[in-house]
């Protein structure tokens, strides 16, 4: 949402017609909204196959039984395909005109990542969420890739100030995990998961999750005033 709305500014001051934004921006919408749905999904499954969660979390459909793994990962393969699938068409459309193919390409391998990315957060060997990485790929892909890869796509410019907004988006993303990380801290630490907050202790991720909040909201006032 972000992202389109510093790009559509900039749509509007050179094209009438704006047919073509809001095609690529609902393809771009249901692109991340299944990326959101299959990282819940590789969250769930695991934090079970790597001991995080068990029996006891009854909210969660493999470690409460309600799905086996084998299910899961067959769900979580067939939701990854659909992403990619909106994901390129997405792309598609964007650049179909322009005929820009290194820019298209390069936006087909950041989709790519970014579905590796939300997969492999807490599932896969050695999974990058367990040694305190998730919040840089948070800031990394939900916010600068997120916000200026939507834009780039949208207007089919590149403007460096926004990572400004992507910070924002990112920081606030990131503060929203960490309190999710807080909620779990005991289990987490129990299990071997080294997030931030368990790497900082329970104090000092009250400070970081400030920061967070002081951080994208400073970035967000000088994109204002830029």
């Known amino acids: 949402m972000v992202g389109s709305a510093v790009a559509y500014p900039r749509v509007t001051a050179v094209n009438e017609s704006t047919g073509a ?23 769930d499954l695991g934090d079970y196959e790597n001991g995080a969660d068990g029996a006891e979390r009854t909210d969660r459909m493999v470690a409460s039984g309600q799905l086996s793994t084998a299910v899961m990962k067959r769900a979580i ?3 990854g395909a659909l992403a990619f699938c909106c994901g390129l068409a997405a792309v598609v459309v964007a650049f179909w005109e322009s005929s820009r193919l290194v820019e298209g390409i390069a936006m087909v391998g950041l989709g790519v990542l970014a579905i590796g990315a939300a997969y492999r957060y807490t599932a896969g060997h050695n999974p990058y969420g367990y040694r305190g990485l998730g919040d840089l790929m948070v800031l990394i892909f939900f916010g600068w890739v997120g916000v200026g890869g939507t834009a780039f796509l ?3 410019k590149w403007d460096e100030t926004w990572l400004l907004p992507g910070t924002w988006t990112g920081l606030m993303s990131t503060a929203v995990l960490n309190l999710n990380n807080m909620r779990d801290f005991n ?3 129990d299990a071997g998961k080294r997030t931030v907050v368990v790497a900082l202790g329970w104090h000092k991720a009250k400070v970081y999750h400030l920061l967070c909040f002081i951080l994208g909201w400073l970035a967000w006032w000088v994109f204002a005033l830029v």
């Not at 771009?28 to 959101?36: H, N, R, S, Y």
């Open 187 to 189: 289990r987490d630490a």
């Open 21 to 43: 934004f809001w095609r690529v921006f609902g393809m771009i919408l249901l692109t991340v909204l299944l990326l959101q749905i299959l990282s819940n999904w590789a969250n």
């Open 77 to 79: 393969v067939a939701l």
């Open 154 to 156: 949208l207007s089919g």
